[in-house]
């Protein structure tokens, strides 16, 4: 009986991935799929589907399955019609950006834009906050702070308005990266502290380990900038990362497990701890290289190359940032291509070798640059 076994199917893909046992949910949500293939049903369900394996795919690091879900749930949602279409579109072109992300950031622009003016067509409150967040998540890559802030004190006004503590967690959390990467720790931290505060009480394992990862960063034990002054904080950041690194494990994310081995190894280089640095940046290099995330690979290479330059192993430390620099312009991230740039000119400068870093800089900072940002 094809239509039970969708809808137990089904059932079973839903509870198994509110438990994180991410590949049984997989197979549930594959069987639910081939058994929809079978009966009349609706579009919409299949599309359900499709998002709902697509979001386990991107958990597990399975970036063309995840985008092959986004895609087919987008064009089914493109045969409907009414309301629901128009969600179900933009709720996959969201999906598509957050995957892009990961990638290429022109293309996760060009899916977070188009999901932008869906909600903008849409009307609903929390659908627009929602793609504000995105948007200005993208702007903060993209080192615009001021665009970035700007799209998520907007989308927490709506947040606040509508009562959506969930919105309101998820948008703290993103005020928490966006003052982080501007440099404005005191204020990092205490967005952090309300969204760590918020995830708890509504029990959001996921999100309450990125906002601790965050917020390890934000404490400051992680920065080495001559330029940036650290907090002093009561509670040292390296507790943060451990509780959001036992998250990580139990919830089978590893991307966010590639994204806290870099994290830890950036305190460790504060700390002079080199070899645990060293042996945290490699593996989080191999399981970046595994589900292919390029963020995250730019991230341990260029971390690599400033420990090796800590170090004083110029060529390594060159080897490692030059290769970092092409993977961040393939990123088509700002913040990442003038992260890794100025680590690299600190190479060509230990090596007396002038013009090369006159040469590497010019088409990335001028007199008229802003200080707005840790990379800048």
């Not at 094809?2 to 509110?18: E, I, P, V």
């Not at 991410?22 to 589907?49: F, M, Q």
């Not at 190894?265 to 070899?275: P, Q």
């Amino acid at each position: 009986d094809d239509g039970r076994a969708l809808h137990y199917f089904t059932l079973a893909a839903q509870n198994a991935q509110s438990m994180f046992a991410n590949e049984e949910a997989c197979a549930h949500y594959t069987r639910a799929i081939e058994a929809a293939g079978k009966v009349s049903t609706d579009a919409e369900p299949i599309i359900k589907l499709y998002l709902g394996r697509g979001e386990l795919y991107q958990t597990l690091g399975d970036f063309a399955g995840a985008l092959a879900d986004y895609e087919a749930a987008l064009r089914l949602a493109g045969s409907m019609d009414g309301g629901a279409s128009e969600f179900h579109a933009w709720r996959a072109l969201t999906n598509m950006g957050r995957l892009w992300a990961s990638r290429d950031y022109s293309r996760a622009y060009d899916c977070f834009s188009n999901a932008l003016e869906l909600a903008h067509q849409m009307g609903d409150p929390k659908v627009l906050a929602e793609s504000l967040n995105w948007m200005g998540n993208w702007y903060n890559n993209q080192e615009d702070p001021l665009a970035a802030v700007e799209h998520h004190h907007r989308a927490l006004a709506i947040f606040e308005q509508t009562g959506d503590q969930r919105g309101q967690a998820v948008t703290l959390d993103l005020l928490g990266i966006t003052t982080l990467l501007g440099s404005d720790l005191i204020s990092s931290v205490e967005y952090y502290d309300r969204a760590v505060k918020l995830f708890r009480e509504l029990d959001d394992q996921s999100h309450l380990g990125s906002s601790l990862t965050g917020r390890g960063h934000a404490r400051g034990d992680s920065f080495n900038s001559l330029t940036t002054v650290a907090p002093v904080m009561p509670v040292s950041s390296q507790r943060d990362f451990e509780e959001a690194i036992r998250i990580a494990w139990e919830t089978g994310s590893l991307a966010d497990e590639a994204w806290l081995a870099w994290s830890m190894s950036r305190m460790y280089i504060v700390y002079g701890r080199y070899g645990q640095a060293l042996e945290l940046i490699h593996r989080g290099l191999d399981i970046a290289t595994h589900i292919g995330h390029r963020e995250w690979i730019v991230g341990s290479r260029s971390t690599l190359g400033a420990l090796y330059l800590e170090l004083l192993a110029p060529e390594r430390a060159q080897r490692e940032l030059e290769a970092a620099l092409n993977l961040a312009k393939e990123l088509r991230s700002q913040f990442w291509i003038h992260w890794v740039a100025g680590a690299l000119a600190g190479v060509y400068c230990l090596a007396a070798d002038w013009a090369q870093a006159e040469m590497l800089l010019e088409p990335v900072y001028s007199a008229g640059t802003p200080m707005d940002g840790e990379a800048r």
